[in-house]
């Protein structure tokens, strides 16, 4: 039940063209859900977070769609870009106490220019 | 967003050694900082969280012993490998949480650990 499922396990987009990532949860409790970018040898930088009170989230080319009732919610990056290349996570935490993170298993992206 | 600041970015260590890890948030507060360890191309698994000034709570399969936690202050957390053995060699990287308003859980840089 503390699992986050994510799905593809890699993708190949062209550039300019729509990423879409997805995850799936089964911990009706999780309230927070951020999306992490990795690139090689970095640690995961956040990139955009959705609390489940609302049904989408946008900064810049990053959106975050969520489905309280289906228990999933996507990552949308428009436009890609070559620069976009890199590791994925979609996470989910409980608020209280301690607020770890659980992760899915992360999307290698490749834009291809 | 929130910086934290991990050091050292690369440690090889001989076996048998012990290597300290340390997790500096650079302009906030963490009361919780959390360490991970990370395989070639897979997820961040959790092995602990630190609390200031108390104890650290620990992953189920996680040796407490082996993997020495201290948060003596809230703005730092380390992690020791004790007695090393290459099976130890991982990228381990720690994170904090920030409060209002920069809220959201912040990522240091990692740590390259190698242990010959």
């Known amino acids: 039940q503390q699992q986050v499922k994510q799905s593809p396990q890699s993708l190949i987009v062209q550039k300019g063209g729509i990423s879409i990532i997805n995850c799936a949860y089964e911990?009706?409790?999780?309230?927070?859900f951020p999306w992490y970018q990795q690139f090689p040898g970095k640690g995961p930088a956040l990139l955009i977070a959705?609390?489940?009170?609302?049904s989408e989230k946008k900064e810049g080319r990053f959106t975050i769609s969520f489905n309280k009732s289906a228990k999933q919610f996507s990552l949308h990056i428009m436009d890609s870009q070559p620069g976009d290349s890199a590791t994925y996570f979609c996470a989910a935490s409980v608020s209280g106490a301690t607020n770890k993170l659980i992760f899915g298993t992360g999307t290698l992206l490749a834009v291809q220019p | 967003g929130a910086v934290v600041s991990q050091h050292p970015s690369r440690v090889i260590c001989k076996s048998g050694t012990s290597v300290k890890i340390e997790c500096r948030s650079l302009?906030?507060?963490?009361?919780?900082m959390f360490w991970y360890r990370q395989f070639p191309k897979q997820s961040l698994m959790l092995m602990a969280t630190?609390?200031?000034?108390?104890?650290?709570?620990?992953e189920q399969g996680v040796e407490k012993d082996k993997f020495l936690i201290n948060h003596a202050s809230l703005t730092l957390s380390t992690l020791t490998v004790t007695s090393a053995h290459p099976e130890d060699s991982s990228f381990y990287i720690c994170?904090?949480?920030?409060?209002?308003?920069?809220?959201?859980?912040?990522f240091g840089q990692g740590t390259r650990l190698t242990v010959v």
């Open positions: 911990n009706t409790a999780f309230d927070y």
């Open positions: 630190s609390n200031e000034g108390s104890k650290a709570t620990y």
């Open positions: 959705i609390r489940p009170d609302v």
């Open positions: 994170s904090a949480r920030a409060g209002a308003p920069k809220v959201g859980a912040f």
């Open positions: 302009d906030f507060q963490a009361t919780t």
